[in-house]
Antibody, heavy 120, light 107 residues
Framework: QLQLQESGPGLVKPSETLSLTCSVS??????????WGWIRQPPGKGLEWIGSICYSGNTYYNPSLKSRLTISLDTSKNHFSLRLYSVTAADTALYYC????????????WGQGTLVTVSS | DIQMTQSPSSLSASIGDRVTITCRASQSISSYLNWYQQKPGKAPKLLIYAASSLQSGVPSRFSGSGSGADYTLTISSLQPEDFASYYCQQSYGPPRTFGQGTKLEIK
């Protein structure tokens, strides 16, 4: 059974780079069945899709974040990563990684989430 | 971007009630519509995908319907564990967008 787990710093300073990793177990990230996505949720608010990456290396980014965003795969470690540059307090959120069905693009399963606070 | 509008934003109901949540897209999304349940402190959980397909392991009291731009999630008989927030999400076009959520509370 596929399981995902986020990891990374819980505190990032304004203007610096937020870096998170999602470790995948129970299956390979090199699969035609899944893409891999990041979703975030500011405290007390709704869900926002950040972006996704597929086994081919193709990436799909939310236009609102595209200029500050890189999502990548590391096949040797079976994980994928998020880098968000030049963060501000508005980037404070619970960050989730999720498997994304390649065909209908539903998100399942999800990681448990990791809270990232942007503050000096 | 495709905008997703959920209603109501909050709802009070009793155990055993039938509840319906609606989601309207700003354009037709051809049944590329998914529903998630989120409990406090937990990640969202997929309930329904492709508008009406029940995710494995999800109780049959949950159902989804709709087409074009209009979709509904129905809980046929509310159970205590169903009190949570619910989100719709369109997977028709990027960016993948979510509704603003519906918080289901105990009356």
């Amino acid at each position: 059974q596929l399981q995902l787990q986020e990891s990374g710093p819980g505190l990032v300073k304004p203007s610096e780079t937020l870096s998170l990793t999602c470790s995948v177990s129970g299956g390979s990230i090199i699969t035609k069945t899944y893409c891999w996505g990041w979703i975030r949720q500011p405290p007390g608010k709704g869900l926002e899709w950040i972006g996704s990456i597929c086994y081919s290396g193709n990436t799909y980014y939310n236009p609102s974040l595209k200029s500050r965003l890189t999502i990548s795969l590391d096949t040797s470690k079976n994980h994928f990563s998020l880098r968000l540059y030049s963060v501000t307090a508005a980037d404070t959120a619970l960050y989730y990684c999720a498997g994304q069905d390649y065909y209908d693009r539903r998100f399942d399963p999800w990681g448990q989430g990791t809270l990232v606070t942007v503050s000096s | 971007d495709i905008q997703m509008t959920q209603s109501p934003s909050s709802l009070s109901a009793s155990i055993g009630d039938r509840v319906t949540i609606t989601c309207r897209a700003s354009q037709s999304i051809s049944s590329y519509l998914n529903w998630y349940q989120q409990k406090p402190g937990k990640a969202p959980k997929l309930l329904i995908y492709a508008a009406s397909s029940l995710q494995s392991g999800v109780p049959s009291r949950f159902s989804g319907s709709g087409s074009g731009a209009d979709y509904t999630l129905t809980i046929s008989s509310l159970q205590p564990e169903d009190f949570a927030s619910y989100y719709c999400q369109q997977s028709y076009g990027p960016p993948r967008t979510f509704g603003q959520g519906t918080k289901l509370e105990i009356k």
